[in-house]
């Protein structure tokens, strides 16, 4: 099926066109007319599906069609709220691609940066207002946002937002929308508190559900390295030692973690940059640009700052330490092999993470393959240093941190209640 097919406007079909898109993904087969008939939608869908095409395209069209749009005054209709400043970022580069042929105008707004060009925006008028929690709370309470002319609203990575305990936030936002809107909810899980939140904001909803978390993509190639904790920083350098590794995104646990996998890859000659919570916001975009545009060959993520990430051709996920949470992993590996393409997902697995590794393998319903004939297999720590290592051996991303980023807040998610090994 192609776009063509759909009931779509001819500038959001040149817009498509212009961005290469031809063909749909299932998600935006299902949910596109659905929400072009102005009925609310419960999506179950994970990040790389196409989910934010499938709800930016139908608003766009459904707000051009509407008269008034060129007046000078142009109260907000419609919000997408988010959890993160990337995932914001990135959804608002979704607008401008789809609309550029529109008469609409859109804004992000998100905390960590001035927050002047944003006011000045939103007294330009704008008609699509992207926002994280804390950022748009905080502009009604200084009266620049009034959401009672909203018509549409989005609630997107909904389990990521109560992970990261945006909650009582996202029920203060709610609370101040027109209670005739259509409403849209989006969330990669469906954990009780989850499906609680989506009962409270939807009314007699159409379900969509594609790619279940249990499930990886046929296009990543997976594989396991069994390694001692102490020698994987020489195991990482030797697997990005191989040029055929264009890009890759290196997950550690802890924030702390992902400073020194960057570390010490900059040292060894990597085109290497950390993205976690404790980055300001002016870095961690930086980071990603750099990411996108190859100027830095590998990105060093824990779980939170990378959600949302969405870079095209990535070749390579790397999970440095395997997560504690067995659908982490598949998010993870999930950033690979999209829209068709091929991908690659490396596992490093210590002593310690073995049960990690069962419990990933009984998910997915299949064992990762494992690869023996590399130059640290487990128990040979620690090892020699090579010219390539000249630095001591350190153990990045220590389980000792008391709060990881990723453990924090994985607990919270689904059924799965086990922390990490001290």
Known sequence: MSFTKLPLIEPILEAL?????????????????????????????????????????????????????????????????????????????????????????????????SQHAQTQALKAGVDILIATPGRLLDLMNQRFIDLRTIELFVLDEADRMLDMGFVHDVKKVIAKLPSQRQS????????????????????????????????????????????DKANKKRLLIHLLNDPKIGSALVFARTKHGADKVAKDLAKAGIQAEAIHGNKSQNARQRALSNFKTRQTRVLVATDIAARG???????????????????????????TGRAGNNGVAFSFCDAEEKEYLRDINKLIAKA???????????????????????????????????????????????????????
């Open 368 to 422: 990762i393959p494992v690869v023996d004939n590399h130059p640290y297999p487990l128990g040979t720590a620690p090892a020699i240093e090579s010219p390539e290592q000249p630095t001591r051996s350190q153990t990045p991303g220590n389980r000792s941190e008391k709060r990881s980023e990723t453990a924090s807040n994985d607990f919270r998610n689904g059924n799965r209640r086990r922390f990490s090994r001290r």
């Open 17 to 113: 066109s212009a961005e290469g898109y031809t063909t749909p993904t299932p998600i935006q087969e299902q949910a596109i007319p659905i929400l072009l008939d102005r009925r609310d939608l419960l999506g179950c869908a994970q990040t790389g599906t196409g989910k934010t095409a499938a709800f930016a395209i139908p608003i766009l069209q459904i707000l051009s069609e509407q008269k008034g749009s060129e007046r000078g005054q142009r109260p907000i209709k419609a919000l997408i709220l988010t959890p993160t400043r990337e995932l914001a970022i990135q959804i608002g580069e979704s607008f401008t691609a789809y609309g550029k042929y529109l008469n609409l105008r859109h804004t992000v707004i998100f905390g960590g940066v």
């Open 309 to 335: 990430i969405d870079v095209e051709e990535l070749s390579h996920v790397i999970n440095y330490e395997l997560p504690n949470v067995p659908e982490t992993y598949v998010h993870r590996i999930g950033r």
């Open 184 to 227: 849209l909810f989006f969330s990669a899980t469906m954990p009780p508190d989850v499906a609680k939140l989506a009962d409270s904001i939807l009314r007699k909803p159409a379900k969509v559900e594609v790619t279940p978390v249990s499930s990886t993509a046929e296009t990543v190639k997976q594989a396991v390295y069994f390694v």
